[in-house]
């Protein structure tokens, strides 16, 4: 029988993240993970952080070569039709980093490989007797059956993941909005078309031109549910996306051979409690956000901070107050995050059956928001996280 401090469902962001705060406050943890190492590393997702995120990230001592190579950003665009307007960071003080998920996970995996690396195609994981003070983890492991004895369980296995399921039914409460469309997104080695994010309303349906490097461009374009990526050649998508971006911006667009092209569905999504028992869980499981306000990662990496200060101060202090106190507060903060990412994606997108009392609600309040300086503020505030 092994035993570890906090058993870790999950080799994500959030996984990782909080095995290697633990780490660093001498607590023990063993990170679970049924993919391998090259499939999790291979992973194409977010890369937008904000700055209290880099700070988390510099804390825990892998954020050097985001701070070398990460490109910082102190405003966005967004446009409307031939409209384009910069929102400005900088006049609130605040600023993002553009640096991709798959480099800090890299960045995350190496940290971990030189102490306790997570263990990689774990199989068939069960929670068990989480009501009680010594929950435990089942799995297999190339072949055999292990049990891990701990202190607690950190549930950061993501959406699809065991450890929201092992919360029992009666308490388990879940509100879910699944929106009617998806993201098409394709990773290209194109220049970005602009050195900033633009977010683009468009009547043949929202696009976004992000990036990952001065080199690496990640752009997207709304698509339907069922869109078949057979039918989505790489030229379909570069027309697609020049169609829907101002003609002035559209004309510096560069055509390039997708590295990545995939479909994501657009969901939000929030469970509560966020702990049952000695059960916590953390990212993914717990929330989903459309991508659409870029938070999934950040509010991932937001909870493990303070799921790992709780448990610091349960065998430092002997206080368990973090830890009775981790759902509520946790939970105030997604919702914040939720709203705005909610609010991003019904401003953005054309949705099926939308009439044209929906679009001039949509053309109001994008407006409203590129032309007030305090509904600047706010969205400032929220978009970069910098709000109280
Ligand atoms: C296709 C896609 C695109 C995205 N794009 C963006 C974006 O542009 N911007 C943004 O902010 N966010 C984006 N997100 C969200 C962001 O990537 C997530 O919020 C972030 O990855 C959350 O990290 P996590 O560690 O909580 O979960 P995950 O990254 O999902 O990690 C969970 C891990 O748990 C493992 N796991 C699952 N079940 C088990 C099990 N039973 N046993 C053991 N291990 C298990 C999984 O293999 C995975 O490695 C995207 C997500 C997806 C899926």
Redesign the pocket.
Known sequence: MQRTQVGI????????LLSQLLERAGIESVV????SRD??LG??????IEQGVVAILREAGVAARLDREGLVHHGVEIAVGEQRQRIDFASHTASLVVYG?TELTKDLMEARAASSAPLFE?E??VVEGIEGTRPRLR?RHLGTEHALDCDFIAG????????RKAIPANVLKTHERVYPFG?L?VLADAPPVSPELVYARHERGFALC?MRSATRS?CYVQCALDADLAKWSDARFWDELRARLPTALAAGLQDAPSLEK?I?PLRSFVAEPLRHGRLFL????AH??P?T????????VR?VHQLAQAFVAHYSERRDHLLDGYSATALRRIWRAERFSAWLTSVLHRFPGQTSFDRGMQLAELDQLVNSAAARAAFVEAYTGSQP
Not at 32 to 35: A, C, G, I, P, T
Request: charged share 20%; proline share 4%.
């Open positions: 469902i999950g080799s994500g962001p959030s996984g990782l679970l993970e049924r993919r499939y999790v992973r194409v997702r977010a890369g937008v998920q774990v068939d994981v799995y950061c296995d993501g959406f699809h993941g065991v450890s993201w997104g992000s990640r995939s994501a953390a990212g993914d499981a989903i956000v991508p306000g870029a938070k999934g990662l950040n509010l991932a909870d």
